[in-house]
């Protein structure tokens, strides 16, 4: 079974980099056909896409957030990296990461981690 496991900082002060590790078993990330996304749910708010990473290594960003959205991975680790620079208050949520046979279809999510941008 496949499973995703979202880790990082609980607590970002505006102006940093916030930066999320997914850890993913059951499955190698460079799998064939399949996507590797970040979504992000504000408070109150639906969720948002923010960018994935394909079977190859190649990215895909978000138009709103491509500026300040970096996604890696570390295939000796079988993990996913997010990092989102210059943070705002805005930036507080919840992200997950999902893998899926496309970047905008999911099967499996994981649990999700709580973050808030606050001074």
């Known amino acids: 079974q496949v499973q995703l496991q979202e880790s990082g900082p609980g607590l970002v002060k505006p102006s940093q980099t916030l930066s999320l590790t997914c850890t993913v078993s059951?499955?190698?990330?460079?799998?064939?056909?399949?996507?590797w996304s970040w979504i992000r749910q504000p408070p109150g708010k639906g969720l948002e896409w923010m960018g994935a990473?394909?079977?190859?290594?190649?990215?895909y960003d978000s138009p709103s957030l491509e500026s300040r959205t970096s996604i890696s991975r570390d295939t000796s680790k079988n993990q996913l990296t997010l990092q989102l620079s210059s943070v705002t208050p805005e930036d507080t949520g919840v992200y997950y990461c999902?893998?899926?046979?496309?970047?905008?279809?999911?099967?499996?999510w994981g649990q999700g981690t709580q973050v808030a941008v606050s001074s």
């Open positions: 990473i394909d079977y190859s290594g190649h990215t």
């Open positions: 999902a893998v899926g046979s496309s970047r905008f279809q999911y099967d499996s």
């Open positions: 059951g499955t190698s990330i460079t799998t064939n056909y399949v996507y």
